[in-house]
């Protein structure tokens, strides 16, 4: 029998939970109608949408009307982004991220950095964290929007955004505060409440839900200019049709992550970490990308095994029937080496010969030492055949 | 699957790994910095001028190590002068294609087999160290692979001006700004020219 892929790139999608097409199926083959406010049908609609809203609101603890449905995460990201510089322009120009921030964040700047904005870019330090005073540093008075990636998407670490909060809060003039929170829903609480964050975004296919759906958290008195036009159908924001039955999956999707969510994310933690501690107990000359422990997300372990390079590990893990990323240029779009990596002090062997391995909670022990197993093999087999080991050797 | 099987064959089992500890010639092409690396060792035969024995070592991606193997295969047995008729071009059509993103994978190992074979001619007073001119330079960029569609930046006609003077180099290539491979391009630029000492400014416009 084909063994079973091991899926090993959550941080990318993760499988749907199967509870999720009972709910989904539903709005497909009976209830597929859009919301109205006149007709029967696009009542119901209307009402079960509103109870998704709710459900979604709880477990950020947000009232129903904050949360936005999207076409995911980086739909969420541009209506929030262009939204508060497009109803803000009037009050300034200049903008704040990070370079190792997530590309939906840093191609907008980018192209508002072309449309005449000024932007500072943060730099973070060797853990991947950017800190609270370089945000302090950098805030001028014309700065009207400051982003940031709550969990990084390469290295799992956790920015401070309760510190970026405040200091936004104690600036002498407004400063917007945007998080992707992509790779960090689900991951731990949060509380909308209790933060100054005026806009973030979610996906759906991140939480074991359905892809093609996320929300935007928007605070009630935060104005974004409107940027997605066309007939409002289910939202104000991300107007148009929207694929209902998919918002239905990512309630329930997202009703199941959070009923015990500190059950869920510690069967994460303790996945991670025996995986982290089986490769650097048995596997030399690696080093741990990002924070250490409590400072990264659960799911998420990256790190640089030396003297190889990361494609030719990827690919011989995916023949073995492994999925899993790597920061090699090798396997880039543009064929560069992870820039987050490189600005964080990582060396271009480092970058070239990193793994990213990203678990859920279908995730098991087997899986984790099949993997580990592989690895070992794949290691000694590649280095074997490296001349960057060779001259290690030699010396 | 982007790689062919053959790719695949001998990405997992590769001919010739290793090392000759006495070997008649070696060069080392690459570098940690560009993500790829690939040494070659070589024995020929001091009267017949045929390769007896080769290997390799290789520090890079599945197709770095597939190309190779593949070359290493090609080049065994020939002679250095047949050996170095061996193209970038004949390694790729070898392995049954390559990915367009990877076709400077296959140009490394012929570069890196070309030049062990050079340094032994070098050294055993068959060649001449060439002259270093604004040829040389254009030379260099034969070898520069654009990944958009794996053929080289001057068959391409992105080379658009190339001079040479007192030691500055000036090389003007075609290219978008929003090109998702400008830097790469670049970087393989100033990679492959780092080696000639006779360039003590370069100077790349896009």
């Known amino acids: 029998m084909e063994q079973k892929r091991i899926y090993l790139d959550n941080c990318v999608t993760t499988k749907p939970d199967p509870q999720i097409f009972e709910v989904m199926k539903e709005y497909w083959e009976n209830e597929y109608w859009f919301p109205a406010t006149f007709f029967t049908a696009g009542e119901e609609i209307n009402s079960k949408l509103d109870n998704f809203k709710a459900t979604l609101g709880k477990t950020i603890n947000a009232k129903p009307d904050e949360i936005h449905f999207t076409r995911g995460g980086t739909s969420a990201n541009n209506i929030a982004i262009k939204g508060i510089l497009m109803a803000n322009s009037q009050k300034g120009t200049h903008i704040i991220c990070s370079v190792v921030d997530y590309p939906d964040i840093l191609t907008n700047y980018a192209f508002f950095e072309k449309s005449g904005f000024t932007v500072t870019y943060l730099q973070p330090d060797e853990d991947g964290v950017v800190s609270a005073q370089k945000l302090k540093d950098a805030i001028r008075p014309d700065t009207i929007l400051f982003s940031t990636t709550w969990v990084n998407h390469v290295v799992g670490t956790i920015q401070p955004v309760d510190e970026y909060a405040k200091v936004l809060q104690e600036a002498d003039h407004r400063v917007f505060l945007h998080v992707d929170a992509g790779q960090a829903y689900g991951k731990f609480p949060m509380d909308m409440n209790h933060t100054g964050i005026d806009t973030m975004s979610v996906s759906a296919h991140k939480i074991h839900g359905p892809q093609g759906v996320g929300f935007l958290y928007k605070r009630t008195k935060t104005p974004l200019a409107q940027v997605v036009h066309g007939v409002n159908r289910v939202d104000n924001l991300e107007t148009g049709g929207m694929n209902i039955g998919s918002l239905a999956g990512f309630a329930k999707a997202a009703e199941l992550t959070f009923a015990d969510l500190a059950a869920t994310t510690k069967k994460l933690r303790d996945s991670s970490n025996y995986l982290l501690e089986r490769i650097m107990n048995e596997i030399p000359d690696v080093e741990l990308n990002g924070a250490a422990g409590e400072g990264r997300a659960c799911h998420n372990i990256n790190v640089s095994i030396d003297y190889i390079e990361g494609e030719a590990m990827g690919m011989m893990l995916d023949l073995n029937g492994v999925t899993a990323a790597t920061g090699s240029a090798c396997a880039s779009q543009g064929l560069k080496p992870s820039y987050v990596l490189m600005a964080m002090g990582r060396n271009h062997m480092q970058s070239h010969g990193s793994m990213k391995f990203t678990v859920s909670k279908f995730t098991t022990k087997e899986e984790l030492d099949f993997t580990v197993d592989k690895l070992k093999e794949i290691v000694i087999e590649l280095r074997r055949r490296s001349p960057l080991y060779q001259e290690k050797k030699d010396k | ?206």
């Open chain 2, 1 to 206: 699957m982007q790689y062919s099987q053959k790719v695949l064959d001998h990405f997992m089992k590769p001919h010739n790994v290793g090392e000759i500890k006495d070997a008649d010639a070696v060069a080392t092409e690459g570098s940690p910095a560009c993500g790829d690396q690939v040494t070659v060792y070589l024995k020929i035969n001091k009267d017949t001028k045929i390769i007896e024995d080769i290997k390799f070592k290789s520090y890079g991606c599945a197709s770095n190590i597939a190309t190779g193997s593949m070359i290493t295969d090609m080049a065994m047995g020939k002679s250095i002068d047949e050996a170095l008729k061996i193209t970038w071009r004949d390694a790729m059509e070898e392995l049954d294609g390559l990915p367009p993103t990877k076709a400077h994978c296959s140009v490394l190992a012929a570069d890196t087999l070309h030049e062990a074979i050079k340094n032994y001619q070098i050294e055993h007073g068959i060649r001449e160290v060439a002259d270093f001119s604004k040829e040389t330079i254009v030379a260099e960029l034969k070898h520069i692979i654009y990944p958009q569609v794996g053929e080289d930046i001057v068959t391409l006609k992105m080379v658009k001006y190339v001079g040479f003077n007192a030691g500055v180099a000036i090389i003007d290539i075609e290219i978008p700004s929003f090109d998702k491979y400008r830097d790469n391009v670049a970087e393989e630029i100033r990679e492959h020219l780092a080696k000639y000492s006779q360039i003590t400014d370069l100077q790349i416009n896009m």
